[in-house]
């Protein structure tokens, strides 16, 4: 039979934690390639959403933990107490590579979930736009993590349809290989999973699916911007002639998170005094933004033309560019998490500075990124990145536009510009 798997940059952190510690943890949405990835390097398997598994493990757990290593318990979350076991089986056995756990969804019991360095967990994205194979990426992001401004070059012909095509194609594995009209009706699938299965199997009451759907919509409207709650609450109901209080959309907000479907992206708070005056609200990210075009009901001609949201949640600029910005900077989690990074956006709180993403490294060293909607670099696209380069001096390591254009090259300045199709771990 024919291997149809794709490799994923996540694969080597595997392959390096698993030859050290005992237990590993792949969370992230249903469809993201979870048990694909997992079941790779497993001799045993349990599916714990099989409910003829689930009721024979139910008489006798312990089994959980006698098959022939490595043990991959996929879906761990249908049987909360497996955590626990596997939890205990390494407190007594911290020989490496014993178990492998995948999970669609946070437990609502925080205390369940901390393995306390017992279990180390791992976030697993959608495909990120080096993962999908449009083309060799030429510039690292762990390289320019490093510093000393290292050489940026490269050459792609992808340009903004390819891009447009790439955000309604998916990073979810098991859809990119349909046509438009059947990815379509998967992804509306999916989200009807999520609002009519998902979500009360999570243990959360919904009583209203419809003002879900809709609170839905309009976070998907507020992508790539830092929009309170409050507003889309409100855009969320504007047409249906009331507002419900807030304690009646809060539950959506949780439900979604616990189930790794919201990504919001946090706001960062620098560990030395660079800056006063910084908002620290997250900006929304869906976690894959072809979500967001299938809650909205934008196609390809839509986005290439221009076409809003149709709800007041964002505010300037394209939609098209809300959501390219939602595929770069869920393509750098996946390359920062590769590189030991987390990613933030910064914000000041009077809205004069921003900066699209800052990541940093475990040993704090800072990357700067811009992202433009656009295949040319002005003077005036850089401003927010000399402004963060005259506050931190060589506390940053680089700083970078990354951007729908042909080529890569280092600016007068410095700056680096990237089309996003050569940017890569």
């Known amino acids: 039979m024919t291997d149809t798997y794709t490799s994923r940059i996540i694969d080597a952190e595997i392959e390096l934690l698993f030859a050290e510690l005992p237990a590993l943890s792949l969370e992230g949405p249903k469809g993201v390639g979870k048990t694909a990835t997992a079941q790779r390097r497993a001799a045993t398997i349990f599916h714990l959403d099989n409910l003829t598994q689930r009721e024979i493990l ?8 006698k098959g022939r290593l490595p043990i991959l318990i996929d879906e761990w979350q249908r049987m909360p107490e497996s955590w626990d076991l596997v939890r205990r089986a390494v407190d007594a056995d911290r020989t490496p590579g014993q178990f492998l756990l995948t999970g669609s969804a946070s437990p609502q ?59 309604l194609s998916s ?19 999916y989200i009807d999973l999520i609002v009519d299965r998902d979500i009360p199997e999570s243990g959360r009451l919904i009583r209203n699916k419809g003002a879900l759907q809709r609170w839905m919509a309009a976070y998907a409207a507020g992508t790539a911007t830092t929009a309170s709650y409050e507003r889309i609450r409100k855009a969320a109901m504007s047409n249906q002639g009331y507002v419900p209080a807030r304690s009646a959309t809060e539950p959506y907000r949780e439900a979604l998170e616990r189930l790794w479907i919201v990504d919001p992206l946090p706001a960062w708070t620098p560990s030395r005094n660079y800056f006063s005056r910084l908002a620290l609200p997250p900006k929304h990210h869906l976690a894959d933004p072809a979500l ?25 600029g394209s939609f098209l560019g809300a959501l390219f910005e939602s595929l770069v900077t869920q393509s750098v989690r996946v390359y920062a998490q590769n590189a030991e990074a987390r990613v933030y956006h910064l914000r000041t709180r009077a809205g004069e500075h921003e900066v699209d993403l ?61 089309p996003a199709t050569l940017l890569g771990p």
Not at 109 to 122: D, E, F, K, Y
């Open 58 to 65: 139910a008489a006798d757990l312990d089994r959980l933990t």
């Open 292 to 316: 967001a075009a299938r809650l909205l009901g934008l196609g390809f001609d839509d986005l290439l033309s221009g076409r809003g949201s149709g709800l007041e949640v964002a505010g300037g």
């Open 109 to 167: 019991n925080p205390q369940t979930h901390s393995g306390a360095g017992r279990i180390v967990m791992l976030r697993m994205r959608p495909l990120s736009i080096a993962e999908r194979g449009l083309e060799s990426p030429t510039v690292s992001l762990a390289d320019l993590l490093v510093g000393g401004h290292p050489k940026v070059e490269g050459y792609t012909s992808v340009g903004l349809a390819e891009y447009t095509s790439e955000i």
């Open 171 to 189: 990073g979810f594995p098991g859809i990119r290989h349909l046509s438009p009209r059947s990815a379509r009706s998967q992804l509306d699938s």
């Open 358 to 418: 800052v990541v940093v490294g475990h040993d704090s060293r800072t990357i700067a990124i811009e992202i433009k909607l656009s295949q040319s670099v002005s003077d005036n696209d850089c401003k927010h990145l000399r402004w963060m380069q005259d506050k931190m001096g060589n506390d940053l390591s680089d700083a970078i536009v990354i951007t729908t254009g042909h080529e890569a090259y280092r600016r007068k300045d410095g700056i680096a510009v990237v």
